[in-house]
């Protein structure tokens, strides 16, 4: 396994990099004492085993690769010098040309970790700017340790993505309300109906995790049955569904543009 050296991690005290420092350690893809996490307010009552400080110089004078896991609005509070090293920034809407300006940094990467990381089954897009050919695989067994990893090569993907996946459990919920509203409409009490709609959201996943087929592959599947599925199927897309999400996607990422411009 690689050695990927030391990480601090700034903002470990919020939900997703506490999410990500449990799963570094908890699944052993880094030893606590090669993890050091930096909190502003309260340390998180937690038991890691790694180095907790507040002084984030003192944190990146340590760590070999920097996590910058802090809300964008955080940003400007944040005053390390990283020359030679590799920083990883987690905020939306902040640039690769932003990080490396105020860290003096010249390895830096975007990633974008979903809520599901912290269960191990989340996704995580990543851009990168560096000439060090291994920064890449730094990056993916950082991030491995939380789910799939995948290297886009255009800065813009990751704002897109920011929409997509990065709304993790967001939009898949607000289908399962959707078929919750719909089952109660026709008589279904509502207990019963939403418990059903939550369960086909997880079955769904565990469904298509164990078939190991693209979703359109599944999709079709069902298509040519010419069941009852294929009926619903063609009424939805019918009625624009598809069209639908893209409106919504392409709503959440001008979003992410304006926090970019807005800086």
């Excluded at 030893?31 to 937690?46: G, V």
């Excluded at 290297?151 to 993505?161: A, G, N």
């Excluded at 929409?163 to 898949?172: K, N, V």
């Excluded at 939550?198 to 298509?208: H, K, N, P, T």
């Amino acid at each position: 396994m690689m050695d990927i050296g030391n990480v601090g991690l700034i903002g470990a005290a919020g939900w997703l990099g506490g999410a990500i420092a449990k799963r570094l350690i908890g699944t052993g893809r880094l030893p606590p004492n090669q993890l050091i996490c930096s909190y502003r307010r309260t340390r998180p009552d937690n038991h890691l085993g790694c180095a907790w400080t507040t002084d984030n110089v003192a944190l990146a004078n340590a760590a070999d690769i920097i996590l910058l896991c802090v809300r964008p609005e955080d940003w400007l509070t944040i005053r390390i010098e990283a020359a030679g090293k590799l920083v990883i920034s987690v905020m939306a809407g902040v640039t690769l040309e932003e990080i490396a300006t105020r860290t003096n940094a010249r390895r830096v990467a975007r990633a974008l970790p979903n809520a599901a990381v912290g269960i191990g089954y989340g996704y995580t897009p990543y851009c990168l700017s560096s000439k060090d050919a291994s920064d890449a695989a730094r990056i993916e067994a950082i991030f491995a340790c939380g789910g799939m990893v995948d290297r886009v090569l255009e800065e813009d993907h990751i704002d897109y993505f920011t929409a997509m996946s990065g709304s993790g459990a967001a939009f898949p919920a607000l289908l399962a309300d959707a078929l919750a509203t719909a089952a109660i409409k026709h008589g279904i009490p509502e207990a019963i109906a939403h418990r059903a709609a939550e369960q086909v959201l997880v079955g769904a996943g565990r469904v298509q995790e164990a078939a190991g087929a693209p979703v359109s592959q599944t999709l079709q599947s069902f298509i040519d049955y010419e069941g009852t599925t294929a009926a619903g199927i063609r009424a939805m897309r019918q009625n624009g569904l598809n069209d639908i999400v893209d409106r919504g996607l392409w709503a959440a990422y001008q979003k992410a543009l304006s926090m970019t411009r807005g800086r």
